[in-house]
């Protein structure tokens, strides 16, 4: 692949991210997550809990991602087998007398809801100033076991999110109609309701498409009406690197009364869904960000979710209309200056 772009946005946002789904992670399972350009080591002890902690041993550096292992709620390097908790403790070093007190490990807050894993992240290493995120009104048992798909993408997040309340690419990408956005702010919060049609097999299908904006991290949409059903969707967007982006999807259909017709509605929502996605990844896959990008009147909402997405960058230079400006220009102007 060329090397076409230098994606000019800040690479990470704060907030709390999805790393996985608890049905990956069994009791005593050790793995590692790439993200935020780093790696980390995610484990679930014995009591059923999950940590995650660096994936860099403070002794003498071996991964513990690599070759580690659960030792009840610790995890055990591979290299000389000293054990470090959920704390970041160590807690057993097999052939020494003393534990040194320097012999921590950096961790991070995890929760765990609606069958996925969540850990928070900031640069600087602070705690979340709130509790995670809950999604209105759903009832994970009312719906059936959901489908689950993840991509590793590159595109910066923001650009998945815009997609969202980019307008015009609904009819000239995916050939449904034209949506209209109606937003609803509440704090920090961006919800975003749109109606869309499409035919399918002949017929013209009518939909109303729901999108809750919380975080960079934690995003959903609800289908309130899908062929009779309801359908919720979270949309987990979390950097890799600076330059590419893991996306995860898990898809519920709320459960029928009507035996097999779940299975087919989840068939062809999952087949619709992906089917768009597809076709949008296309396009993500071979774009480039354009941070004053040239608009028209129908172009929908793309400046407005842009400064929502801004909030959450933890320090960035911004311009009067609230957009961060590349890094690359900042530089510019700073050589420009000490020149
Ligand atoms: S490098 Fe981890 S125990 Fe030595
Ligand atoms: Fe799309």
Redesign the pocket.
Known sequence: MTDKRRISLPPYTRGWFQIGWSSDLKRGELKKIRQFGTSFAMFRGKDGKVGVIDDI??????H?SEGGTVQGNAVR??????CFDRSGDCVD?PYAKKIPAKARVGTYHVAERYGLIFMYHSQDGASPPAELPMMDDFVEQQYDRPATYEFAIRIHGQDIMENSVDSAHFRAVHGHNTPENFFHEEGKELRITQAVSLRRFGVLLKGRLEFHMIEPGFHYLHFPQVMGTQAQVFSSIVPIDAQSTNHRLTIWIRKSMVPGWSRILRHFVVSEMMRTYHEDMQIWENKEYLPHPVLCDGDGSIMKLRRWYAQFFESTTLDSSGIPIPKSAVDTLACRESA
């Not at 041993?57 to 071996?62: K, V, W």
């Not at 390097?77 to 000293?82: G, R």
């Open positions: 041993c403070p002794h003498l550096g071996a513990f390097c591979p290299y000389h087998h000293w070093i």
